[in-house]
């Protein structure tokens, strides 16, 4: 159940739900289990301005238009899907890309999928460079299996207190125009400030 006044609050960042870690994947094999195949997709651009370096949400969808579009900054599609990290008893965030190779992680997640007993195995997931290596280990008997942190999650899930979408920042269009690297892009090709003013202009204080 979510507060009618807070689900339309014109203030969106005041109330916006909590977001996930994002697990970071290196050699260090990370010890995960799969508990939902469900996962939100997000389209991203990456930003590198030297104060900020990642992804931030493709602006399009909520603003409708994108700024980070209109300089043709690459488009990207990220897929947050929620696991179990052990080593941290928490749920975190798997950022996952929509590439399709043997290596890639989002095809071998999908065969450990199909592949089904996911409450009976662990997946031991590493990364080298961009290549990903997902192996199978059972979990032994009275092995924690966050049951408990899960049922949390799930239940913070379904009643938006937690979003998968707010893993990957958001910088609105105008924010993204405070960014020197980007105005001059922007102002390059004839992009204007005022042309990005949300269309029913909210007066905001502060
Ligand atoms: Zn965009």
Do not use: W
């Not at 990456?46 to 399009?60: L, S």
């Not at 997946?123 to 990903?132: A, E, I």
Request: hydrophobic share 35%.
């Amino acid at each position: 159940m979510v507060d009618f006044c807070d689900r339309f609050s014109l203030n969106a960042n005041e109330s916006s739900p909590t977001s996930l870690d994002v697990l970071k994947l290196n050699e260090q094999p990370r010890i995960i289990s799969l508990f939902t195949s469900e996962c939100s997709e997000v389209k991203t651009h990456f930003v590198d301005t030297g104060g900020f370096r990642g992804y931030v949400q493709c602006n399009a969808r909520t603003e409708g238009k994108c700024l980070l579009c209109n300089i043709s900054q690459k488009l990207e599609t990220r897929i947050v899907l929620p696991v179990y990290d052990v080593e941290t008893d928490s749920i975190m965030a798997m950022l996952i890309s929509s590439t399709v190779s043997p290596s890639s992680l989002g095809p071998q997640l999908r065969l450990e999928m199909e592949r089904g007993e996911l409450d009976k195995r662990y997946l031991m997931v590493s990364r080298r460079f961009d290549k990903y290596t997902v192996r199978s280990a059972p979990i032994s008997d009275g092995a924690e299996t966050g049951e408990a942190t899960i049922a949390g999650f799930l239940e913070q899930i379904k009643d938006g207190r937690n979003s998968l979408d707010g893993v990957i920042a958001r910088l609105p269009n105008l924010d993204l125009f405070d960014i020197p690297q980007i105005e001059r892009k922007a102002t390059a090709l004839g992009l204007r400030k005022q042309d990005y003013e949300p269309a029913s202009a909210v007066s905001t204080d502060g």
